[in-house]
């Protein structure tokens, strides 16, 4: 756990993006992009609607436009503040963003193998790996602290929502990697768990 931050929520909601193109083709998005699709929107009206009597007064969003998008739809129902967090970002996914994994195997055939062997701390080629990501999940938590007004919602994405929820929870790399965040599921964290809403 991180206590002595005192600008880390105490309590957050944590949403991932709405789904996109790029999630419906199986392709990997890191810091690239793909728009939403008509169920990524649905899924944010759907988030918006179940957080309408939550309180939330902030927004903090990855800067990325799948996260901002979904942010805006929420924070304009909830007549909230969005506010960019560029630590929010996805895991840096490098030369393998836009690819699926079938690609990867042709064009980097030991990235896979690679990666099964040390997933916390093997980093895409060219991109980041997840040891690195967390020290910019800790910084953006720091962020949030810093601007909400509140207990703050989070809009972000599936890797680096891994690296938040470790933060705020004190979890190991194992526990971290074993997270799932399925689009259109919020979670409302603490410094000692976590709820789906």
Excluded at 82 to 101: K, N
Aim: aromatic share 4%.
């Amino acid at each position: 756990m991180i206590p002595q931050d005192r600008h880390v929520p105490e309590r957050l909601l944590l949403a991932r993006h709405g789904q996109t193109v790029w999630n419906a083709e199986h392709r990997l998005q890191g810091q690239l992009d793909s728009p939403l699709t008509e169920e990524g929107v649905a899924q944010a009206r759907a988030i918006a609607e179940r957080l309408a009597d939550a309180g939330v007064l902030t927004v903090c969003a990855s800067p990325l436009g799948r996260a901002l998008q979904t942010a805006v739809i929420i924070a304009d129902r909830l007549g909230a503040e969005v506010i960019e967090v560029p630590e929010l970002a996805e895991l840096d996914h490098g030369e393998l963003a836009g690819m699926t994994w079938e690609e990867i195997d042709v064009a980097y055939p030991m990235a896979r193998e690679e990666r099964a062997a040390n997933r916390y701390g093997w980093a895409f080629p060219g991109g980041e790996s997840y040891a690195q990501a967390r020290a910019r999940a800790r910084k953006a938590l720091s962020s949030c602290g810093w601007a909400s007004d509140g207990v703050p919602l989070l809009v972000s994405h599936e890797m680096i929502g891994r690296m938040l929820r470790a933060e705020m929870r004190g979890l190991d790399a194992s526990n971290a990697l074993g997270l799932r965040h399925p689009h259109g599921v919020v979670f409302e964290i603490d410094r000692t768990s976590e709820r789906m809403l």
